[in-house]
């Protein structure tokens, strides 16, 4: 089943003096259930291709298609709701509201949803113990340590019930074991849960672990390898 | 709605000593506005207070037209029976019956121009402190057939006390009034122009001078409550006819209430540059707190927050450090004035005795109004939401994707 559909997507950067083809006439289509790395030096495209699918920049030419949708008709607003309701976003850092605790931070995107106060509660617990964080429910961010905060940000993912995990760098700014109990994670969740996880990265050591993997190279898809 | 509210106020101790500043200067602003609005209202208070114990009365009752032509034609008839009718009126609690005209005086080769004023010597007393003022010889009483000069005027004609001066002029119906009057008394009054051309005899006294039996040119009236002017003068609308004139204190000093208002604008003028202190402090606070969460901010609209509602936690955060200093200011102003109002401060020294020469207190008042912390709190509630409106325009045209790159 397509969840993600890309046909000749350009992104062109034109503030500059010299445009800059950050997407350059990409094609691509990622199912659902996918455990999918996007991959490439700094400079490549990957958080530009992320920010496309996800609608927080739109394409220069193209046509992307989320979930069945063609997200080019949606205005700002139309496309924060779907954001809110379809992806849920892993960032490499500052991912946590620092005022609020894990479980606030967690419960805090299904209030933006309108789930009930008791709802929340319950989905959150469930979800931090999933994460494994069971015990650091009420730890705010600063309290928790860089691998717990990422559980925490996948959790808050999670929580919102998405179509699609989108995680750009997740582990960038962690040490290899934190990182790589992070991808443990998520891959126990793509297994489990059949959660679809697209993530960008420049390690070697998580590129290994993603089940397909999308090369880019200047803005165009080098390489796209399924993975055993 | 809480947890916004909850995210908002968590938000504004991120940076614990940057609020408290920003509080802080609303809070001192505040307290330091209150402070020169209470002393500026007390003030005012206080000289129309003054004023109207010492001058005008509240109220006045003429005849028609006195007011205007000042002459003894305009006056009218008075009697004790008038006096306690009106004391009938429960606000009313001082009547001061004045025969006020003009005279020549004259001693030796000096003439001058004077005002003479029939005073009821001991109710005149009991109001304005005449007696007081007395620096030599001796007040009138009921039945003096003596003449009281100001200090001044007696300088001028080079009288003293003994001496008798000729006070010539025209009475009633232009029947000439000419008599020969020993002076009594000598009276000093701060106000140049008083001392120079004020004297006074008892009422009786004048009424046959001026051969003006039973009329008066003025009467004073003091209220026991000035908010009651109103009611009263409809009151003695009713009581007299169409031949009186009856005004306030307002209508008689015109130029207090001018320069109350001259004074007033000049207090609002430095009010306004202590809310561009608290401006300052808030705004500053509130630019702050914006660039510093740019990326939190993108984070956020990324995850789902629709931008009205992250406005809303701004707006609440500015909300909030404006009524921390608010409130925070106009309680512990409370105390502070209510302790001012009660304790004004005195004056000393030369200044002390200037004041005390023009018949006033030497003290600076204060008065406390609910109005004026209404007044407060509105002003810095629409500071706080002029502020607000700079993170709402930055969040309304925030690119997420521009500010998760910072
Ligand atoms: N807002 C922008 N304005 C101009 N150029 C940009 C902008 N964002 C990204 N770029 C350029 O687009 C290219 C791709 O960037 P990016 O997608 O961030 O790559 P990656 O995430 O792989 O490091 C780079 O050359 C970058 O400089
Ligand atoms: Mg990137």
Redesign the interface.
């Known amino acids: 089943m397509k969840l993600i559909e890309l046909y000749s997507v350009t992104k062109i950067y034109d503030e500059t003096i010299v445009p800059v083809k950050a997407v350059d006439n990409v094609d691509l289509q990622i199912d659902k259930g996918e455990f999918t790395a996007i991959v490439g030096p700094s400079g490549s495209g990957k958080?530009t291709l992320l920010?496309l699918i996800?609608g927080?920049?739109q394409p220069t030419s193209g046509k992307i298609v989320v979930d069945g949708t063609d997200i080019s008709t949606y205005n700002?607003?139309e496309l924060?709701?779907f954001?809110?309701?379809h992806i849920g976003?892993v960032?490499q850092a500052?991912?946590l509201?620092?005022?609020?605790t894990a479980k606030?931070n967690v419960?805090?995107?299904m209030?933006?949803?309108n789930i009930s106060k008791s709802e929340r509660e319950k989905r959150a617990i469930d979800f931090l113990d999933a994460v494994g964080l069971k015990d650091r429910i009420n730890n705010f961010p600063t309290e928790l340590s860089g691998g717990q905060q990422q559980r925490v940000a996948v959790a808050?993912a999670l929580a919102?019930t998405p179509s699609f995990v989108l995680a750009d760098e997740p582990t960038a700014n962690l040490d290899s074991v934190s990182a790589e109990s992070l991808l443990d994670l998520m891959e126990k969740l793509n297994k489990e849960h059949n959660m679809t996880f697209i993530f960008s990265t420049h390690d070697e050591k998580v590129i290994r672990r993603a089940h397909r993997v999308i090369q880019l190279r200047d803005g165009k898809i080098e390489k796209d390898v399924l993975m055993n | 709605m809480t947890?916004y509210i909850k995210?908002a106020w968590?938000?504004l101790?991120?940076n614990k000593k940057r609020t408290l500043i920003a509080a802080a200067s609303v809070f001192f602003a505040v307290i330091l506005s209150l402070i020169m609005r209470s002393m500026q209202k007390g003030y005012y208070d206080y000289m129309i207070d003054s004023s109207v114990r010492l001058y005008t009365g509240h109220i006045q009752i003429h005849g028609k037209d006195f007011w205007e032509k000042r002459s003894l034609e305009e006056s009218m008839l008075f009697d004790e029976a008038v006096m306690h009718k009106l004391k009938e009126n429960k606000n009313i609690i001082q009547i001061l019956p004045r025969l006020e005209t003009y005279s020549l005086i004259s001693f030796g080769i000096v003439s001058r121009v004077v005002q003479v004023t029939g005073i009821n010597p001991d109710l005149e007393n009991e109001v304005t402190k005449l007696k007081d003022k007395i620096t030599d010889g001796s007040y009138l009483n009921e039945n003096s057939k003596g003449i009281l000069l100001a200090e001044g005027l007696a300088k001028l004609l080079n009288v003293n006390v003994g001496d008798s001066v000729v006070l010539y002029g025209q009475g009633f119906h232009g029947i000439s009034a000419a008599a020969v009057i020993p002076v009594i008394g000598i009276v000093r009054f701060a106000i140049p122009e008083q001392n120079k051309s004020f004297t006074y005899l008892s009422l009786t006294f004048a009424q046959e001078h001026f051969s003006a039996f039973d009329r008066i040119t003025s009467l004073s009236i003091l209220l026991n409550d000035a908010n009651e002017i109103e009611s009263v003068k409809t009151f003695l609308k009713n009581f007299f006819d169409d031949s009186h004139e009856i005004m306030d204190w307002a209508e008689l000093s015109p130029e207090l209430v001018q320069s109350i208002q001259i004074d007033n604008a000049s207090g609002i003028i430095m009010l306004g540059i202590l809310y561009v202190v608290i401006a300052f402090g808030i705004f500053g606070t509130i630019v702050m707190m914006t660039a510093e969460r740019v990326?939190?901010f993108g984070?956020?609209?990324?995850?789902?927050?629709?931008?009205w509602?992250l406005a809303l936690v701004t707006t609440l955060e500015t909300i909030f450090i404006s009524f921390i200093g608010v409130t925070a200011g106009a309680l512990v102003s409370i105390p502070i004035l209510l302790y001012l109002v009660h304790h004004p401060i005195p004056l000393t020294g030369e200044t002390a005795d200037a004041i005390l020469e023009w018949g006033f207190d030497p003290i600076i008042p204060f008065a406390l109004y609910s109005g004026m912390y209404f007044a407060q709190i509105w002003t810095v509630f629409a500071i706080a939401i002029l502020s607000a409106f700079y993170p709402i325009n930055f969040i309304r045209r925030l690119k997420?994707?521009v500010a998760?790159?910072g």
Do not use: A
Request: hydrophobic share 40%; no cysteine; aromatic share 12%.
């Open positions: 958080t920010n996800s927080l920049d700002e607003d924060i709701n954001r809110l309701h976003f960032f500052y991912n509201i620092p005022v609020f606030e419960e805090f995107i209030l933006l949803q808050r919102s | 947890t995210l968590r938000n101790w991120r990326k939190e984070i956020l609209i990324s995850i789902g927050m629709k931008k509602k997420p994707s998760l790159r």
